[in-house]
């Protein structure tokens, strides 16, 4: 029981807003576009989800700061928390705490702390929102939903160099992001999230959620988590510590 839901904790935090920033120069990089007719749509709705959440002021975000409430719902059983993220270049740190558990992950550019030991979680830059900013980026491959759910919903894949993948729903009139899903591999256990988008918030030229609701299917196990952000800052000046491991 305590195992799993240690499990669960540390997979909310990974789905926690956090934006990195692109290494070089991305103004002049293209977006790869293939030749099959299906990914070149795809990118098309890419490339207008981009512009929609900020365009070149999200692919140049240095840093983000966010903050705010975590409800969690583990079999049965709610746990209101708060979360905390930052994240700046290559580096980040989050925090997410509850009454029962809680979990922090730091980065400083060189090595990877948890405070949970034991589970290799994959980089919170590689899944969901975050992944955004990397449209364009060489190696991140753009292209059109499966069968079934490009049937049903407006959207597109982003695969990232190592392999995680995440399916993006998007609002037809907007451009914006309604939700997204996507799949991975977490210790022994394949974990299923899927994400709906409640509000957004425009914070310097960048649309970024600010309230979502999130589900995630462990085999047996559902759990579900509700996120909402008070605050945002974009491009703060970072503390010079804010990034140390703790020895």
Known sequence: MKKILIVTLALFALALPALSQINGDTSKQAVSVKTGSADVAATDIA???????????LKKLQAL???GSADLTF???AMPGAFSTAVSGEKYYFELTSAVQSLKQIYDGRETYSSIQ????PPVTSLGFPVLQRIGDPGYKISELGELL???????RITTPEGYYTDFFVDEKTS?????????????RVVTTSV???????VEGLVVPKKYSQRFDLGQITAYANFKAKEILVNPTMDAGAFTIPK
């Open 47 to 57: 490339k207008a989800t981009l512009a929609a959440h900020g365009g070149e002021k």
């Open 65 to 67: 700061v966010t903050k």
């Open 196 to 202: 709906e988008v409640d509000e957004m918030q425009t």
């Open 176 to 188: 914006q992001i309604k939700g997204y899903e996507s799949s991975y591999e977490v210790g022994d």
């Open 75 to 77: 079999m049965g059983q």
């Open 118 to 121: 034991g589970f290799a979680l």
């Open 150 to 156: 490009k049937k049903k919903k407006r959207g597109f």
